[in-house]
């Protein structure tokens, strides 16, 4: 029986992150879910009561250092120390460069890249005296081949592997990994507000399997790598793509 551990997951009120903290559930673990402070958790958290998951909520901006800090203080003062962590919560804010704001820039720099920063050195220490913990980075397709209109986001989400890879590097010794996982397009709201042309004939025309990705197969990598049987596994970046970037 796999060792039941404490989860964070940030962003997870996300389709993508929904998704990931009812694997780690039905895994055994313990799971607490990072929400943005303008979102509505209690319907979110009401829906996923009914469905049988027990969540406990924390409000954050992974992107503002003393949000994060002040959060992490909370989870600690109900007594939760974090095991795994999974950094998922990311925002998009597309344009060309030539057409982009320095605020798109930064929203999404400070975001999907700042928050790795943000958020994982507080939850680290605890791991390195524990010898034993799990950071599952939530990056992107785009990170590793582009995306017309996506300079900000395919940069942030790029530099998800470095932050990786140097980090798997400082901690393989204290029994700690670190990995990222890579989707590709997953059936998720934000999907749905493409054009069904736009999707028909230039992003299912990219992938092989001829077909979106679903949320739980994204779900599925994090709960391997959470796992005590991915030990051996550290600063590898796993695409699940359906074949759409092969690398």
């Given at each position: 029986m796999p060792?039941?551990r ?8 996300g389709c ?9 559930h039905?895994?055994?673990?313990h799971?607490l879910v990072?929400?943005?402070?303008a979102?509505?958790f209690?319907?979110?958290?009401t829906a996923q ?11 954050v901006?992974?992107a ?6 002040t959060?992490v203080?909370k989870?600690h ?7 795994i962590?999974?950094?998922?919560a ?11 704001s ?17 958020m994982?050195q507080p939850?680290?220490?605890p791991?390195?005296?524990k ?11 785009n ?7 996506q300079?900000?986001?395919s ?16 901690t393989?010794?204290?029994g700690?990994?670190v990995n ?8 998720s709201p934000?999907?749905?507000?493409v ?8 992003i299912?025309t990219e992938?092989?399997m ?13 709960g391997?790598?959470a ?6 596994i ?7 793509n359906?074949g759409?970037?092969?690398?």
């Amino acid at each position: 029986m796999p060792s039941k551990r404490t989860a964070f997951v940030t962003g997870g009120l996300g389709c993508i992150g929904t998704a990931i903290a009812r694997q780690l559930h039905d895994h055994g673990h313990h799971v607490l879910v990072g929400y943005y402070p303008a979102e509505d958790f209690q319907s979110w958290q009401t829906a996923q009561s009914a469905d049988g998951y027990d969540f406990k909520c924390y409000a954050v901006d992974v992107a503002d250092n003393d949000s994060t800090r002040t959060c992490v203080e909370k989870i600690h003062a109900d007594d939760h120390h974090i095991d795994i962590l999974v950094n998922s919560a990311g925002i998009t804010r597309d344009a060309t460069l030539r057409k982009m704001s320095l605020a798109q820039w930064q929203d999404v720099l400070r975001t999907n890249l700042g928050s790795m920063f943000n958020m994982t050195q507080p939850l680290l220490d605890p791991m390195l005296d524990k010898g034993w913990g799990r950071v599952i980075n939530i990056s992107s397709v785009n990170g590793s081949k582009g995306a017309f209109g996506q300079t900000n986001y395919s940069a942030a989400k790029s530099g998800i592997y470095g932050f990786t890879k140097a980090l798997a590097l400082e901690t393989a010794r204290k029994g700690i990994t670190v990995n990222a996982v890579s989707p590709g397009y997953i059936d998720s709201p934000m999907v749905a507000e493409v054009p069904q042309e736009t999707l028909e004939k230039h992003i299912l025309t990219e992938i092989p399997m001829g077909r979106l990705g679903k949320p739980q197969e994204i779900a599925a990598m994090v709960g391997f790598l959470a796992s005590d049987e991915a030990a051996f596994i550290t600063g590898a970046n796993m695409p699940v793509n359906g074949g759409q970037h092969l690398y």
